[in-house]
């Protein structure tokens, strides 16, 4: 595939980027040229009134928000959200012991979970809560107006001038908008009423809104410049980063696991190597678990969520590029199903082998299966992939995706917790030979996860069942700290 190939679409031309090199190049090299968006009229004018981040053009308001985020999900607050983590992967895993087959189900859970309790201190119980039905509805209805050629505003931007009363389209978006805008403000104002009447602070959850509030107050030249509604879209932009987003990840790694059980055997083994039956593994276990994080890089490659590489990029002046004239506000999508399938990068690239991502010789670790040098040669690249992860699922330069390091811990510890405890098998069919499963039944979208696929999940054993019942107990007294949300 050509590295780079331009096409024209509505008002700019649209440069589809197809290798890592490229990406660099421009949009981390040249981030201060190639940071912005397109111009998205109706979904982030009318319909967020420019306040959603994710759609915000490069710039001081942008930046504030970036700020923000970055106050609540940098190394040192990453690690006051790993007990949540911790706790949610043993729910995780408590309830696949009494109902296997409901696991998209409760991996949605999970991730919910995980970003509302970091988000607001709130837990979510059940997928069918009025919040998430809420935020689901929220991110289908801001979905379908970024469906290329629905609106010709986007084509046309002074329609979005003419009044409501001649454009009942425009005025239905609106409402939508100032739906969504009065739910954020109202989970805002919930954590600042929980912070006026605690005694003190620490009664009540670290949470990002919390670190938000508590910055603000701090450092009000800074963070006080935003409006209530404004402010309110940062700890709400997490849910649509990091929640269906990690699931469906998740969900990608049981079906290549239940397809390459090779793979799950060599996961079983250095977990049973280094944390052994009577426990969990947890955070503390990671840097003792270098074929797991292998596992993890190895399955956000393969199967990148935002296969197109997530919103596109703009640049905010003209450049060249050997030679290529790039226009000031041409849109830039990073292709990321091409990028992370790339041959020169990840040879044999269908193949799912996390020993790609392995970081030590794997001679070294004695408890996996024995791989030949031959074996290991033909993983080798014939260029190392330049991003520092070895792949480029979160995106790129100053737009990677602000909450990766919250989805990496969360991907880290459920998978670890669900390996060590349960055996990842295909379905028998009724002639009793294994289900047969084809990896590229994936939903079509800028955004894809397996299509609804059955599978076997059994605890491993008997120890395993009664060590994930006793770490149960604490995970349910972690998250009573955070209460859910009342319908």
């Not at 009229?41 to 710039?59: C, F, K, R, S, T």
């Not at 979970?113 to 837990?123: C, D, E, L, Q, T």
């Amino acid at each position: 595939m050509d590295p780079v190939r331009e096409m024209v679409t509505g008002r700019r031309p649209t440069i589809i980027i197809s290798d890592p090199k490229v990406a660099v190049d421009l949009l981390e090299k040249r981030s201060t040229k190639f940071s912005s968006r397109p111009r998205f009229v109706v979904m982030g004018e009318l319909y967020w009134d420019n306040a959603g981040i994710l759609v915000q053009p490069y710039g001081k308001e942008w930046q504030i928000r970036r700020r923000m985020l970055h106050q609540a999900l940098n190394p040192s607050a990453l690690r006051l959200y790993k007990p949540v983590q911790e706790a949610e992967a043993a729910r995780l895993c408590r309830a696949l012991l009494d109902q296997p087959k409901s696991y998209e189900g409760i991996i949605d859970r999970f991730t919910a979970s995980v970003v509302f309790s970091i988000a607001y201190g709130h837990r979510i119980d059940s997928m069918d809560s009025k919040v998430i039905r809420q935020r689901l509805e929220f991110m289908q209805y801001s979905a379908s107006l970024n469906v290329p050629g629905r609106y010709l505003a986007e084509s046309i931007p002074w329609l979005k001038y003419i009044p409501n009363f001649l454009a009942p389209w425009k005025a239905e978006i609106q409402r939508h908008g100032r739906e969504e805008a009065a739910t954020n403000v109202a989970l805002i104002r919930r954590v600042q009423d929980e912070l006026r009447i605690a005694e003190k602070p620490s009664d009540v959850p670290d949470s990002l809104s919390k670190l938000l509030l508590e910055a603000r107050e701090a450092d009000p030249n800074t963070f006080g410049v935003l409006s209530e509604r404004d402010f309110s879209f940062v700890p709400a932009s997490l849910f649509g980063a990091g929640s269906d987003t990690t699931a469906s990840t998740l969900c990608s790694a049981i079906l290549m696991l239940v397809t390459n059980p090779q793979a799950q055997a060599a996961a079983h083994a250095e977990l049973d190597h280094v944390v052994g039956m009577t426990r969990l593994p947890t955070f503390d276990d990671e840097k003792d678990l270098p074929y797991l994080k292998a596992l993890c890089n190895e399955t956000l490659r393969i199967r990148p969520v935002a296969v197109l590489g997530g919103t596109p990029h703009a640049n905010s002046v003209a450049d060249t590029y050997k030679g290529f004239y790039i226009p000031q506000g041409t849109t830039i999508l990073s292709n990321s199903w091409a990028i992370n399938l790339n041959p020169t990068y990840y040879p044999n690239p269908h193949h799912f082998d996390p020993l790609r991502f392995l970081e030590v010789d794997p001679e070294t670790l004695t408890y996996l299966p024995k791989t030949s040098r031959e074996d290991l040669a033909k993983l080798s690249p014939q260029i190392s992939h330049p991003a520092k992860e070895g792949h480029s699922s979160f995106g790129w330069g100053r737009r990677i995706c602000p909450g990766a390091g919250l989805a990496q811990n969360s991907l880290f510890i459920a998978l670890a917790r669900l390996l060590w405890a349960f055996e990842l098998q295909p379905m028998r069919e009724a002639n009793g030979s294994e289900r047969r499963y084809d990896t590229f039944a994936y939903t079509q979208g800028f955004n894809i996860r397996p299509q609804p696929f059955e599978c076997e999940i059994h605890v491993r054993s008997e120890k395993h069942r009664l060590a994930l019942m006793a770490e149960t107990i604490g995970a349910e007294k972690v998250m009573n700290r955070f209460p859910p949300f009342e319908e």
